[in-house]
């Protein structure tokens, strides 16, 4: 993730925890998520879900990140997914892809 902030031109705040990440979401809605699966105390569905009920998210494309990801949930979010491991060029292309269209 931190090669989003480093290579890219694109705004992105690096949280560490889902708390943290609901902490942000209050101050700044942003233009895309990139939300990994595995977190501390509560995985990336239950954040997702939680960012849900805080406003809609149907404006904002999320990617969840996960190397064992039950796709069936990730269907009903809508999330796109990318698995691990992956390549960061493939990540910049996902984020670059989604921003432009």
Do not use: C, W
């Not at 954040?47 to 190397?67: F, K, T």
């Amino acid at each position: 993730m931190q090669a989003i902030v480093d290579e890219t031109p694109y705004l992105a705040f690096l949280v560490t925890d889902a708390f943290q990440a609901l902490q942000v979401f209050r101050d700044f809605l942003p233009d895309l998520l990139l939300i990994d699966y595995q977190l501390p105390k509560m995985n990336g569905f239950e954040l997702y879900d939680s960012l849900r009920d805080q406003v809609d998210l149907n404006e904002i494309p999320a990617v969840m990140i996960s190397a064992n990801l039950p796709q069936h949930e990730a269907e009903k979010r809508h999330l796109i997914v990318l698995s691990k491991p992956f390549e960061i060029d493939d990540l910049i292309e996902t984020v670059t892809k989604i921003l432009t269209d």
